[in-house]
């Protein structure tokens, strides 16, 4: 076998139609929404990139203990046009985002502008005293 012929049998699986099924990878063209994530001392905002967005109420969020899911459905529709090629991702999406700490469910703030919606979250501060209850004992005698 000379030098050339080693690599035959790898050449199908590692030229053009193997590298189609990264393409959405590759070009950012998945149904997961961009985000950057700030924090200061115990708050925290995260800003998502939702173009597409026709009324807020399409746009669901859930808070758990420390993730924060964003989910909804974009759509761009021109009527009398027909799609002749998409780089913008339209259709339903999700995203769970894994957050540095514990949030209160009860102090959360979103608003969407211009496309990107943010979410103002605080941390969950347990109180020590709290969940430390006495045991009281039953006299059995």
Known sequence: MNSSE???PFKSHFQDEFWKNFQNVFSGND????ANIYQAGHELKCILFLPGIKKVEDIYLNVGENTLEVSGNTSFEYPGFQLIQQEITQGPFKRIIELP?????????ASYNRGLITIHLYRLIPDNNMGQK????????
């Open 134 to 141: 006495g045991i009281s004992i039953r006299d059995d005698e």
């Open 101 to 109: 700490f514990p949030i209160r469910k009860d102090k959360i703030d």
């Open 31 to 34: 149904q997961h929404p961009r």
């Open 6 to 8: 080693w690599n035959h």
